[in-house]
């Protein structure tokens, strides 16, 4: 399974939801003390993307400004400006551009008839060229598996957050909204038209920034069938740290388990001999707070730490014949099940010959065992 970065959308608007009007002149949205936030979050980051449409229309630098910044990135080990990144399907780039010409590297991700283009009329960046269309999964594999990006910041425009967010990319929406009003039709908009997850976004923070104000939310709704989607990776981030919380044992792993219906309700969460039965799976103590038959179900994801079992000594029912029953047709976990208590268990290949979409998170399995590390060879 592929992994991808932590993907964060960063954007201001006016009140009316656009970002910029249509005069020649930038309209700058965000206060001061706003930009020195907004260059707070580049230096925390591995990389930075924005449109080629915004490199046309803006020409920005794109630079973490803060000399003091910049030295802590280095002290840290780190490049002293985050990797530079933009997407052009047509690879009509402006050589001349400020993007080229400042910060550190930089990476131009295109199609094979962009790379065609960038050849006659090269730019000063890397080219990745990731097939005949643009591909955003292959893209983050890029920037996360060879270019080493753990966080990615993604500036604009409109129709690259749209994107992302339609299919389910995004980890996090940072949106700062400006007290002015637009009302230009012809002017660009943050988010466009198109079929969106569904489900409500969780508000992680609010706060006034002089006279903006800055909202983070983040995606709720589980991804369908074997695509991972960025709240997939946030409730088995969930799944991993309530097997922190599992009375210890010597003969049995610590798990923990939430189900979440498809609009991002969490419906039940569990834990390894949670309350006071000592034999009790995660998956088992969180579907048993579920009514039976509760329609949700069909369309729920069970998130697990680790794989469901297929043979247990403690109970007649393991967790992936549990599953089953339940009408639950999508499980995520970060680790399969090892050979320490069942030899050649395979829930998840029970799991997946029950035609159930499973998927298997290998940048969790870390988290995953650490609660069972004295279990482990």
Excluded at 283 to 311: F, H, N, Q
Aim: hydrophobic content about 40%; aromatic content about 6%.
């Amino acid at each position: 399974m592929p992994s991808y970065p932590y993907v964060l959308l960063s954007a201001a608007v006016s009140l009316d939801g656009y970002l910029d009007d249509t005069t020649p002149e930038r309209l700058l949205l965000s206060s001061p003390a706003d930009f020195d936030r907004v260059d707070e979050v580049r230096a925390s980051v591995d990389a930075i993307l924005i449109g080629a449409g915004t490199i046309r229309a803006d020409n920005p630098r794109l630079l973490v400004n803060s000399a003091e910044r910049r030295a802590a990135r280095v002290a840290a080990g780190k490049p002293e400006y985050p990797l530079k990144v933009t997407v052009s399907a047509s690879g009509e780039l402006d050589p001349a551009a400020n993007f080229w010409h400042t910060g550190g590297e930089k990476i131009v991700c295109t199609t094979e008839k962009g790379a065609q283009r960038l050849r006659r009329a090269p730019v000063a960046a890397d080219v990745v060229v990731l097939g005949a269309e643009l591909d955003w999964r292959g893209l983050l594999e890029h920037l996360r598996e060879v270019r080493g990006v753990e966080r990615l910041m993604v500036e604009g425009g409109g129709t690259i957050h749209t994107q992302l967010l339609q299919q389910g990319l995004a980890d996090e929406v940072q949106l700062v909204l400006a007290p002015l009003f637009v009302g230009d039709p012809d002017a660009p908009r943050l988010f466009g038209p198109g079929g969106y997850q569904g489900g409500r976004l969780r508000l992680l923070e609010t706060r006034r920034i002089e006279d903006v104000v800055l909202m983070r939310y983040e995606p709720t709704a589980p991804g369908t069938g074997v695509l991972p989607s960025a709240a997939d990776r946030h409730w088995l981030a969930l799944a991993c740290d309530l097997a922190e919380r599992c009375p210890p044992s010597e003969t049995a792993f610590s798990v923990g388990a939430v189900v979440v219906a498809a609009d991002g309700t969490e419906l039940a969460r569990g834990y390894s001999r949670e309350g006071d039965d000592p034999v009790v799976h995660a998956e088992e103590a969180a579907l048993a707070k579920i009514a039976a038959g509760d329609p949700r179900l069909a369309t729920a994801t069970v998130y697990s730490s680790l794989e469901p079992c297929t043979r247990r000594a403690s109970r007649p029912a393991p967790c992936a014949r549990l599953i089953l029953a339940a009408g639950v047709r999508r499980v995520v976990t970060a680790w399969r099940e090892p050979d320490t208590f069942v030899v050649g268990a395979d829930g998840s290949g029970v799991l997946a010959g029950e035609g159930v979409d499973v998927l298997v998170l290998p940048e969790y399995e870390k988290r995953a065992k650490a609660p069972n590390g004295h279990l482990l060879p």
